[in-house]
């Protein structure tokens, strides 16, 4: 039983903190980012070079199978590359904002539920607080004006006793 409740608290939790954590989605590449052809392949038996910049003048014959950029390719290039962590912090910051302003609309909406819910009880305590009142305002007044019981009772039991007194007087009148 305790393996099942830890297990089922467990998912719970997990479940929890999975639908909280913000996530961002990927969009397609903005119209103006450069793009890179793949590089071709190696010829049999040609040589990897790896990560290799080998600068050349024209006419000039390719050391090893790759990709060419022009010089102004390749200052694209450079700036894209050193432009992406300022582009990422800019998009990392709208997402947030984004994010923040949905919670802000969330929470004022939860906000206003909880003030109208408020009132709404507000309102209806008041209300139950004035039916008590008039409530109470009855009962009192049908106290004030209901005949004191002792005075009921001691004159049901004199008419009872008073009824027993004839019913004697008649049967013994009846049987003389």
Same mark, same amino acid.
């Given at each position: 039983?305790g393996f ?8 719970v939790?997990?479940?929890?903190i ?10 397609d590449a903005?119209p103006?980012a450069?793009w890179?052809p793949?590089?071709?392949e190696?010829l ?8 290799a910049?080998?600068?050349?003048? &024209? ?9 060419l950029?022009?010089p102004?390719?390749?200052?694209r290039?450079?700036i894209? !590359?050193?432009?992406?962590?300022? &582009? ?5 910051? &709208?997402a ?6 949905k919670c ?5 909406g939860m906000?206003?539920r909880h ?5 709404v009880w507000?309102?209806q305590?008041e209300s139950?607080?004035?039916q008590i009142d008039?409530l109470s305002?009855?009962l ?9 019981p002792?005075?009921?009772g001691a004159l049901g039991?004199g008419?009872? !006793?008073?009824?027993a007194? !004839?019913t004697?007087?008649?049967v013994?009148?009846s049987t003389?």
């Open positions: 039983m099942f409740r830890s297990f089922f608290v467990s998912l939790g997990a479940s929890f999975l639908s909280q954590a913000p996530f961002a989605l990927a969009e903005a103006n450069t890179v793949p590089s071709p190696p049999p038996g040609e040589a990897d070079v790896g990560e910049i080998s600068p050349m003048r &024209r006419g000039q014959l390719a050391p090893f199978t790759g990709v950029l022009s102004k390719a390749i200052a290039v450079t894209d !590359l050193e432009s992406l962590d300022k &582009r990422v912090v800019i998009e990392v910051g &709208r947030r904002a984004e994010e923040q302003a802000q609309h969330a929470l004022d906000t206003i003030e109208a819910d408020a009132e507000s309102a305590m139950n607080d004035s008039v305002e009855r009192k007044k049908e106290e004030e004006s209901a005949s004191d002792l005075l009921w039991f008419a009872g !006793l008073g009824m007194l !004839l004697v007087i008649a013994s009148k003389e």
